[in-house]
C-alpha cells in the first residue's frame, strides 16, 4: 500500500514538472528549425577532411538537412573559411613553468545566397586548462578531450547561428 502511493506520488510529481516546462516553452537542444533556403545546403571549406567541418556535415544530415557533395549554382553555401585554436598564458608555477592556459578556439564562416553578398560570422569559444608536467600523458588526453568539446560546440553554434538566418 505504501509502495503503491509512492509510486503515484512519483508519477504525479514527474507529469507536474513536465507540464511546467512544457508550458514555459522549454525544449532540449538538438532539433532546430532551419529556414527553407537552408533546407538543402552545399558545405565547403579550407580544410574539407577537418573535424569542424565533419561534426558541422554530421548536425545538418541530422537535422534533416540536405547536404550536397557539389556546388549548384541556386544552392546556398556555408563556407567555413576558418578555425583555429591559440592559447594564453593564465599562470605560472613558481619555477616559472606555465601552470594554466587559456585555450581559444576561434571560427570565422560565412553564408551566401544566390544573388547576395555573402553573410560573415566569427565567433570565439574559451576553456581553461591546467597544465602539469609531472602528468604529461593525461594532460594531453584532456587537452584533445577538451579540443573536441570545443569543436563540438562550435558545430552547435553555427547551426544555432544558421536558425536564426532568415531571408
Known amino acids: 500500500m505504501y509502495k503503491l ?3 503515484i506520488k512519483s508519477l504525479i510529481i514527474a507529469l507536474l514538472t513536465t507540464s511546467l516546462l512544457s ?21 565547403s571549406s ?3 577532411h577537418g573535424e569542424l567541418t565533419r561534426l558541422v556535415k554530421l548536425n545538418l544530415t541530422r537535422n534533416q538537412v ?4 557539389h556546388s549548384k549554382a541556386d544552392v ?6 576558418s578555425d583555429k585554436l591559440d592559447r594564453r598564458t593564465l599562470s605560472l608555477f613558481s619555477n616559472g613553468q606555465v601552470a594554466e592556459y587559456e585555450l581559444i ?4 564562416y560565412q553564408v551566401r545566397f544566390t544573388g547576395e553578398d ?10 581553461d586548462y591546467q597544465d602539469d608536467p609531472n602528468i604529461a600523458l593525461a594532460k594531453s588526453r584532456e587537452l584533445s578531450l577538451l579540443l573536441s568539446e570545443m569543436r563540438t560546440s562550435a ?13
Open 23 to 43: 508550458a514555459c516553452g522549454f525544449q532540449l537542444r538538438g532539433d532546430y528549425l532551419l529556414d527553407d533556403d537552408l533546407q538543402t545546403l552545399y558545405v
Open 76 to 81: 546556398p553555401e556555408l563556407r567555413i573559411l
Open 155 to 167: 558545430a552547435d553554434k553555427i547551426l544555432r547561428d544558421l536558425a536564426r538566418i532568415q531571408r
Open 5 to 7: 502511493s509512492l509510486v
Open 66 to 69: 540536405n547536404v550536397l557533395k
Open 105 to 108: 578556439y576561434s571560427v570565422h
Open 46 to 48: 579550407s580544410d574539407i
Open 118 to 127: 555573402a553573410r560573415d560570422f566569427r565567433f570565439e569559444l574559451y576553456r
